[in-house]
């Protein structure tokens, strides 16, 4: 005869108190706030810093594209930070955005994403070294990058040969969410023909984005996982500006055929990239990127480190 585990279980005759437990870890972390690290990708011109902006409703970081015809042209891939804090009820994010101005802009795009996965990689290392230290910081400044928005331009044809290198480079060190830049130049035939063809590209070339699933999940997280996994990549529209449409105030932009709103599920998925981001998807970004990217860098470092010492041992024998 079996028992039920859970029949077996301790009844309490009175309360305890330690279902408080989670109000306790809450306050800890709204005390001490979160971090959010997120590196955009993508050629000159396709919004990455209106997209940003618009996703956290603040005017955060500039365009660094070339405006004036006298400007010079970058001729490397630069790496430019930027940090805010948001607070938005009583929760205070850290919010840290690297950009990535000459990702793809010169005649010779032969190895221009090196500085991309040198960058992401580098964060690994400071946080390791941090951890390996004899005396280490309570809390240790997380630079680990969560998120890579990387920006396909909308040309409605295919993914570009550099997109599909890059793409594999990325999702290799960190988790890669694409998204189909200024979709408003799509029709919406275009649009569903374009994220198709991507897609085929994608599962083709073996390349694995975010979210990937886990046998942990529950049926709720895998029904939301697998909604996003059809949404992506997310054709999406960005914009500072406000307009008046039927009264209200929405942000959007104003052509001659009339208002894409871009908060309008029917004119872009901006709205489902933005709760993917910060409403179901923020805290699992951070955790992926701990328990995978950075869990396989520092093994990788690790068992390198102890070879390394196993063969400097074995010259000094000889």
Request: glycine share 6%; hydrophobic share 35%.
């Amino acid at each position: 005869m079996s028992v039920d585990a859970e029949s077996t279980q301790p009844i309490l005759q009175s309360y305890v108190g330690f279902d408080s437990i989670t109000s306790q870890i809450e306050k800890k972390l709204l005390k001490r706030g979160f971090q959010f690290n997120v590196m955009v990708v993508g050629q000159s011109g396709l919004g990455k810093s209106t997209l940003i902006n618009t996703i956290f409703a603040s005017h955060l970081i500039d365009s660094k594209g070339r405006t004036q015809p006298d400007e010079p042209s970058r001729q490397t891939v630069e790496i430019h930070s930027f940090t805010e804090t948001i607070i938005e009820r009583g929760v205070k994010l850290r919010l840290n955005i690297v950009d990535t101005p000459g990702y793809g802009d010169q005649v010779n795009n032969e190895n221009c994403w090196e500085p991309i996965i040198k960058y992401i990689k580098d964060q690994h290392s400071s946080f390791l070294r941090k951890e390996l230290t004899a005396q280490r910081e309570p809390f240790i400044q997380d630079t680990r990058i969560h998120c890579c928005l990387f920006f396909i331009s909308p040309t409605g044809h295919s993914l570009k040969p550099i997109d599909i290198v890059v793409l594999k480079k990325l999702t290799e060190v960190v988790n890669v969410v694409p998204v189909i830049a200024k979709s408003d130049s799509l029709t919406i035939e275009e649009r569903i023909a374009f994220k198709h063809r991507i897609k085929e590209e994608m599962a083709f070339h073996n390349i694995k984005l975010y979210p990937y699933g886990s046998d942990e999940d529950d049926e709720q997280d895998a029904a939301l996982n697998e909604s996003i996994q059809d949404l992506i990549p997310f054709a999406v529209v960005g914009s500072e500006k406000t307009i008046v449409v039927d009264g209200k105030p929405v942000r959007g932009r104003q052509n001659r055929w009339g208002v894409i709103n871009v908060e309008n599920e029917n004119h872009c998925e901006f709205i489902h990239l933005r709760n993917f981001l910060t409403r179901t998807h923020l805290q699992d970004l951070i955790e992926t990127t701990s328990l995978i990217h950075y869990e396989s860098f520092r093994s990788k470092q690790l068992l390198a480190l102890k070879e390394n010492g196993m063969q400097q041992q074995q010259q000094q024998q000889h």
